[in-house]
């Protein structure tokens, strides 16, 4: 039930906000003590995590609110924006991170590069507190995520993101032995580190981004389970014809739109009807569904792919 999604969102999130703390500080911290550009990057993307619980935990109260005259089908939507939100934030630290790495790799190879070596003890400290952070982190979202049958978008986007960061922490491990032991790189190792997760992140997030402007745009998502009820629904009601059904999901509400028509006459009680049994078959699915009814002329449709 959506209220059981909403607790274990909740408890994830506040079991959450200490060790995405320690990821965050120990990035910031022991970046700088170290003198690595990438390691703070790395610390920057999970303190973006850290403040974004806080933001995530506003989303939950707003998006469960009764729905009213002002927004009389909820505000499920501000879980994509909050997603969108997220991602723009992290797409331009990524690129001030990007063109700061590549300003340094040519400093160096036109020789006006000051080197700052890389201390590598402090390094090792942090590969250990954020690892194990990251390892908690993981397990309370994956506990929650099972125990909601990962029905939680939010949850979801926060896995993720904890996700990447972590193998932002792996990266930089295997970078800085990679790089730092080829002698021609080993100047500017930390640079093409930052270089290569800045690249890779903004892919990432890039293709984030894409997802979730297909969202807001309503890109049907749900494309095998529409042709399955299209099947389902013109053989079992058959004095209507369905000519297109949509299936879409904001936040933790689905939306339902379909367009039929009907042989004969049909009052409005036999029309009530059938949209209530139509929702009843539909929520043994997808739980509470906001279904939209659309009466049309026969052979009119033209904007579905089915005849």
């Known amino acids: 039930m959506r209220k059981d999604v909403v607790l274990y969102e909740k408890k994830a999130s506040n ?6 703390f320690i990821m ?22 999970s303190f973006v995590l850290f403040l974004t619980i806080f933001l995530g935990k506003w989303i939950q109260k707003q998006v469960d609110k009764p729905k ?8 499920s939507r501000l879980s994509s924006l909050y997603v969108l939100f997220k991602v723009l934030i992290l797409l331009g630290i990524l690129l001030f991170s990007l063109i700061n790495s590549l300003i340094e790799i040519y400093s160096y190879f036109v020789g006006t590069l000051e080197h700052v070596e890389i201390i590598q003890s402090y390094v090792g400290i942090y590969y250990i507190v954020k690892l194990s952070a990251f390892i908690i982190s993981v397990i309370i979202y994956r506990y929650y995520m099972n125990k909601c049958n990962f029905q939680s978008n939010i949850l979801s986007v926060d896995y993720k993101g904890t996700l990447v960061d972590g193998f932002i922490t792996i990266g930089i491990m295997f970078g ?31 293709h984030q981004l894409k997802a979730e402007v297909d969202n807001i745009l309503w890109k049907r998502n749900y494309i095998s389970r529409e042709d399955y009820y299209y099947g389902y629904f013109n053989n079992y009601f058959v004095s209507y014809h369905f000519y297109d059904i949509y299936i879409t999901k904001t936040g933790p509400q689905y939306f339902c739109n379909m367009y039929l028509t009907f042989e004969g006459m049909h009052n409005v009680e036999e029309m009530y009807e059938i949209e209530k049994e139509l929702k009843e078959i539909l929520e043994k699915e997808f739980e509470e569904v906001i279904l939209n009814l659309y009466f049309v002329k026969k052979n009119k449709f033209k904007s579905s792919k089915y005849k």
Do not use: Q, R, T
């Not at 079991?15 to 995405?20: A, E, F, K, L, Q």
């Not at 170290?34 to 920057?44: E, K, P, Q, T």
């Not at 009213?68 to 505000?75: H, L, V």
């Not at 790189?185 to 997030?205: K, N, Q, T, V, Y």
């Open 15 to 20: 079991y959450n906000i200490i060790p995405i």
């Open 24 to 45: 965050a500080f120990s990035g910031i911290v022991f970046g700088a003590l170290s003198h690595s550009s990438a390691i703070v990057l790395d610390g920057i993307f």
């Open 68 to 75: 009213n005259y002002d927004y009389p089908m909820g505000m």
């Open 176 to 206: 800085f032995f990679v790089f730092g032991s080829i002698e021609i790189l080993a100047p500017i190792s930390d640079a093409l580190i930052l270089f290569i997760l800045s690249c890779f992140l903004i892919f990432e997030m890039g």
